[in-house]
């Protein structure tokens, strides 16, 4: 069956779950008229999403993003330490950039929204977890449709990260960031790891398997640091920042 020129397997076969459909309409021999209307459209989506992002967020001043899990919940010690975070962050006259959502993302915009301070939010549309929380700017809250789009942002527009625990979104976030850094795409701002206990076996496994095999160097471990309180984070990004004499209050 077809609907505006896409054929749709779950509507062909009802009995195919969400991720089977996936897979069977990117394997299948897609039609011209697809091509043009879906793929080659998208294009302009795509655009769109980025000249929207870029016109809301060229004037915000320096930030800080943090990342971490969306299923920590406020009683969580990792949500009160990123609250605390973000509060002496914004104090520091950073805004803080999040994803947008619950736990960890929620945690982040309350803490500048607690300062006073910028409190922006690129959340993204998924099937669960995420919504938008009520600690975010109007004028600085964006949705996305594509995660590359919204990773962007994130990076562009942050003079600093800091990554509390979380799971697959976040270490995706992490390594971009850090291969940005790494490969000279972006300026070394500090990335700083909130947890050692946490993070403990992930850096184990970069010195023990990725330095041994040779597959990054030395070097790579200095682009993070790894602490375990609020003021040792918020005291990594001011050391940066007064190392190079800027003054970043708005």
Excluded at 76 to 95: N, Q
Excluded at 219 to 243: G, P
């Amino acid at each position: 069956m077809e609907m505006d020129g896409t054929r749709d397997e779950s509507l062909v076969n009802p009995a195919l779950n969400i991720n089977e459909t996936k897979l069977h309409n990117s394997l299948r021999q897609k039609t011209w008229d697809e091509t043009i209307t879906k793929d080659s459209w998208m294009v302009f989506k795509v655009m769109a999403e980025f000249v929207d992002g870029y016109e809301k967020l060229a004037k915000i001043g320096p930030c800080v993003s943090i990342f971490g899990s969306a299923r920590l919940k406020p009683e969580s010690r990792y949500y009160e330490m990123a609250v605390e975070i973000a509060e002496k962050i914004t104090k520091l006259g950073f805004g803080i950039i999040t994803g947008g959502g619950p736990g960890i993302m929620e945690a982040g915009n309350k803490g500048a929204f607690n300062a006073q301070g910028r409190s922006i939010g690129l959340n993204i549309d998924l099937p669960f977890e995420q919504h938008f929380n009520p600690y975010i700017n109007k004028s600085y809250s964006m949705n996305f449709d594509y995660f590359f789009v919204r990773k962007v942002m994130f990076v562009k527009y942050s003079q600093g990260f800091v990554v509390m625990p979380g799971g697959f979104g976040t270490l995706d976030e992490l390594t971009e960031a850090m291969t940005l850094i790494q490969t000279n795409k972006i300026g070394r701002f500090p990335i700083v790891l909130v947890g050692s206990e946490f993070w403990g076996g992930l850096l184990d496994w970069f010195k023990a398997t990725l330095l041994k095999e040779g597959m990054i160097a030395e070097d790579d471990l200095e682009l993070y640091r790894v602490v375990d309180t609020a003021d040792e984070a918020v005291a990594h990004i001011k050391a940066f920042y007064d190392k190079y004499s800027v003054n970043v209050n708005f």
